[in-house]
């Protein structure tokens, strides 16, 4: 597994679960029927022992073992459809990976092996083991069918290809040769196992829908500016990262890929993060795709419920509160970065920036003219109720850290983000509160945190106040408005960020970490230059006036993506390499908000505050 760098997995998805597939044609990572549920292709956090299923050009071994990487690989047009290509030495042949989109059917991973010039012998090894790697199923031919059980899961693989089951190895292969033009297609169907057999795929019907499904939704992108390519792969990925019966969005398809290889740093990250999703609602917002905001709006109603006092950071798609945390102890672990984990323990955690991100969103939707919702407008004062509330407290930060709670700088600006948001849509007429009360609530939390986050001395803003460390969430200190750009504090909080965080090709980390003691944070190890943070630099430097800057940072960090457009959570600039779950939701987010910033002041003379 150490040759396989995270960015070498391509994402195919049907916007509800996702497979990742490296570049030698295996598929080491799929669960169903959601993106939370246990994985029976595991061997991304393991070996090929917890399951994989490998197609390409022959010979493969029983274990898939010494496949060749693919020699070009892309998606077909703007869509999710994976084409790899190899280069044998008798001829070429190509595989098209997709899911298509459910639509009530069953979730389905289709795959066509297509010769495209001589012949080239093809194997296919398909080695499913449910519950994360743990069992290994019963496997037998049911009319034409090949059937694979385990309790409550079934596999069944269709594929006029020749197929051979150990069923004591649990393992199906086929082996067979394909001439210039010729197609074999292999569907493989989950469904509960006491539901019985699904219906059997027609894979070019299959294609040929899932193509035209996304080339409409890409149609209605709005976006024309001159990162278009990369602004659409990203919102390509986002779609497929919604989980389509509830408008809830993972923050990544992926659990326990590395924050640092070898480290402890490592976390589920296939949960809703309000955070997450509320500037994704943006992002879509900006680029045309409000079917998308809406039902993100109806899933953040129905998730969030009851009293603020009981908003939780992150919620499982269907708005669960319960995401209980727990280690499996059987995975080694991606290049053996142990714990495994499933569940996320952050979920009780408190985090007070998080009502300003959901009401910054829906500020935003108003100036975009997305019609006003009463429960919507309920939610948005009972918010800003809780934060006049509780806004004085310690809270855990942004960065979901385990040292211990702290009154953090960005929380406190995100909390009179919540205030002067709702004073705006007061004075607007879109709300009705008390105009005096919140006025004053605003200037009483400015002042508050311009006396105690701010360092005068060193001229930068800080991550909590009367500590010394710098956090990269400031740099959105003229994203929100807190202070206009050209403020010497801005500039000082911009520079300082730069010199004490950022890299020798300048990236920038999120926060010190301490590598072998425990950090501010509460954990050992050190991790890679945070992608997201290093997206609000380049929105930092093109609000100050360093348009110029922006824009070289911004076209560094395309290079940072893999060669389909993905980008993972982190980077690291030492190793040249991607770190942590993939693809990353806020990672792209930071993409297309930066593209669209940079494509903004291009055409204003006047830097303008993006709310």
């Known amino acids: 597994m150490e040759r396989r760098r995270i960015e070498d997995y391509a994402p195919i998805g049907d916007m509800q679960t996702a497979a990742m597939i490296c570049r030698d044609g295996s598929m080491d990572w799929l669960c169903a029927p959601r993106f939370d549920s246990e994985a029976f292709f595991a061997s991304l956090l393991g070996t090929e022992e917890h399951g994989f299923w490998r197609l390409g050009?022959?010979?493969?071994?029983?274990?898939?073992?010494?496949?060749?990487?693919?020699?070009?690989?892309?998606?077909?047009?703007?869509?999710?459809?994976?084409?790899?290509?190899?280069?044998?030495?008798?001829?070429?042949?190509?595989?098209?990976?997709f899911m298509p989109p459910r639509e009530g059917r069953a979730p389905q991973v289709i795959r066509i092996v297509e010769g495209v010039s001589g012949e080239v012998e093809v194997a296919s090894v398909l080695s499913a083991r449910f519950g994360y790697g743990q069992h290994t199923p019963s496997i037998h031919e049911d009319g034409g069918r090949t059937a694979l059980v385990s309790g409550p899961d079934s596999l069944w693989l269709d594929t006029p290809a020749r197929v051979k089951s150990r069923e004591k190895a649990g393992v199906i292969t086929s082996r067979f040769t394909v001439a210039a033009g010729q197609r074999y297609a292999f569907a493989l169907s989950w469904r509960p196992s006491h539901n019985g057999a699904p219906e059997v795929a027609d894979a070019e019907a299959a294609l040929a829908a899932t193509e035209e499904f996304w080339r409409t939704w890409t149609a209605q992108c709005t976006y024309q500016g001159p990162y278009r390519e990369a602004v659409v792969r990203a919102l390509i990925t986002l779609k497929a990262m919604t989980f389509a019966p509830t408008g809830g969005i993972v923050a990544a398809l992926t659990t326990s890929l590395p924050e640092e290889i070898g480290g402890v740093r490592n976390w589920d990250y296939r949960y809703t993060w309000l955070r997450d999703a509320a500037i994704s609602f943006s992002a879509m917002l900006r680029t045309g795709y409000r079917d998308e905001a809406v039902a993100w709006r109806k899933w953040l109603l129905r998730a969030v419920g009851g009293r603020p006092e009981s908003l939780q950071i992150m919620y499982g798609l269907a708005g669960e509160r319960t995401l209980t945390e727990r280690v499996l102890e059987w995975l080694p672990g991606y290049a053996g970065s142990v714990p495994v984990r499933v569940g996320n323990g952050a979920a009780g955690q408190l985090q007070l920036d998080v009502p300003?991100?959901?009401?910054?969103?829906?500020?935003?939707?108003?100036?975009?003219?997305?019609?006003?919702?009463?429960?919507?407008?309920?939610?948005?004062?009972?918010?800003?109720?809780?934060?006049?509330?509780?806004?004085?407290?310690?809270?855990?930060?942004?960065?979901?850290?385990?040292?211990?709670?702290?009154?953090?700088?960005?929380?406190?600006?995100?909390?009179?983000?919540?205030?002067?948001?709702?004073?705006?849509?007061?004075?607007?007429?879109?709300?009705d509160a008390d105009l005096d009360m919140l006025s004053a609530l605003r200037e009483e939390i400015h002042a508050e945190v311009c006396a105690k986050g701010y360092d005068p001395v060193r001229n930068t803003f800080v991550q909590s106040y009367g500590a010394p460390?710098?956090?990269?969430?400031?740099l959105l200190l003229p994203r929100t408005g807190f202070l206009p750009p050209d403020d010497p504090r801005v500039i000082g909080t911009v520079d300082a960020i730069q010199r004490e965080l950022g890299t020798a090709d300048g990236l920038v980390h999120r926060y010190p970490t301490a590598g072998r003691g425990e950090g501010v944070d509460g954990l050992p190890g050190n991790e890679g230059a945070f992608i997201l943070c290093c997206f609000w630099l380049v929105d930092a430097l093109a609000l100050t006036g360093r348009l110029t800057e922006a824009k070289s940072l911004f076209e560094r960090l395309l290079e940072l993506r893999s060669d389909l457009g993905h980008l993972a959570e982190e980077y690291d600039p030492v190793a040249q390499r991607q770190l942590g779950n993939a693809p990353q939701a806020c990672s792209l987010i930071g993409l297309i908000e930066s593209a669209a910033l940079l494509d903004e002041l291009e055409h204003t003379v006047t830097p303008v505050i993006a709310a």
Not at 79 to 88: G, H, K, P, R, Y
């Open 469 to 474: 460390e710098l956090d990269a969430s400031l």
């Open 57 to 97: 050009p022959a010979p493969a071994s029983a274990a898939g073992g010494g496949a060749p990487y693919a020699d070009r690989r892309r998606y077909l047009g703007e869509s999710q459809i994976l084409v790899s290509e190899w280069d044998a030495p008798r001829g070429t042949v190509r595989v098209l990976d």
């Open 356 to 431: 300003g991100e959901v009401i910054e969103t829906l500020f935003v939707a108003h100036q975009q003219g997305v019609a006003r919702c009463e429960s919507t407008a309920a939610l948005h004062l009972r918010l800003v109720n809780y934060v006049a509330q509780h806004w004085r407290k310690p809270d855990d930060g942004i960065w979901e850290v385990l040292g211990g709670r702290r009154h953090f700088t960005h929380s406190q600006i995100m909390c009179w983000v919540t205030v002067d948001r709702t004073v705006r849509l007061v004075e607007d007429g879109v709300l």
